[in-house]
Nanobody
Framework: QVQLVESGGGLVQAGGSLRLSCAAS????????MGWYRQAPGKQRDLVAT???????IYADSVKGRFTISRDNAKNMVYLQMNSLEPEDTAVYYC???????????WGQGTQVTVSS
């Protein structure tokens, strides 16, 4: 059983910063991709950033230059440093881990990020 637990969400003013953390536990494939997605009210869940176990990253255009994803493979942790936050970044942020082409795909419970103007 794979479990993902996010932390670090909260309320911040526009221009501020937050750091999200996600701890993964259970039997996780050694070659995997971990990442962050977000879902605003009434919208679909969208990719924010992902990072493979080899270090390759993908960012949504809207967060490039402001957000940085990192991970600690030994601890099965993934982080999202969010700087210069904007009200449009307000959403529930979900941690994800997947491997074997998505045949194994797990989500955390989500953490709320609210950016006030």
């Amino acid at each position: 059983q794979v479990q993902l637990v996010e932390s670090g969400g909260g309320l911040v003013q526009a221009g501020g910063s937050l750091r999200l953390s996600c701890a993964a536990s259970g039997s996780i494939g050694s070659i995997n991709t971990m990442g962050w997605y977000r879902q605003a009210p009434g919208k679909q869940r969208d990719l924010v950033a992902t990072m493979s176990s080899g270090g390759s990253t993908i960012y949504a255009d809207s967060v490039k230059g402001r957000f940085t994803i990192s991970r600690d493979n030994a601890k099965n942790m993934v982080y999202l440093q969010m700087n210069s936050l904007e009200p449009e970044d307000t959403a529930v942020y979900y941690c994800n881990v997947r491997w074997r082409g998505g045949n194994y795909n797990y989500w955390g419970q989500g953490t709320q990020v609210t950016v006030s103007s």
